[in-house]
């Protein structure tokens, strides 16, 4: 079976932590965790995939927009 677009029809099911659940290629708002993906051909066979996502730890550094210069700040 072909879609549209004449590419072979698949099935995605990504499961992961808190219940997480998606069908979508590309699944977004994830949480630190381990992701399964099951892909679901359309002739039955299924390959099965895992994904460890991990937290995102650093800080962003902040530039302060407007203010005293450093060299005014110096006496």
């Known amino acids: 079976m ?4 004449g590419h072979r029809q698949r099935k ?3 499961s992961g932590p808190s219940n997480f ?3 979508g290629a590309e699944p977004h708002r ?4 381990t992701y399964t993906l ?3 051909g359309s002739n039955g066979c299924t390959s099965t995939a895992t994904a460890e996502v ?3 730890t650093d800080v962003p550094g902040a530039q302060p927009l ?6 005014a700040t110096s006496a």
């Open 54 to 56: 991990e937290q995102d």
């Open 21 to 23: 659940n998606s069908t």
């Open 2 to 5: 072909r879609d549209a677009h």
């Open 38 to 40: 099951v892909v679901t």
């Open 30 to 33: 994830v949480r630190p965790g």
């Open 12 to 14: 995605l099911a990504w």
């Open 66 to 71: 407007a203010g005293p210069s450093p060299a």
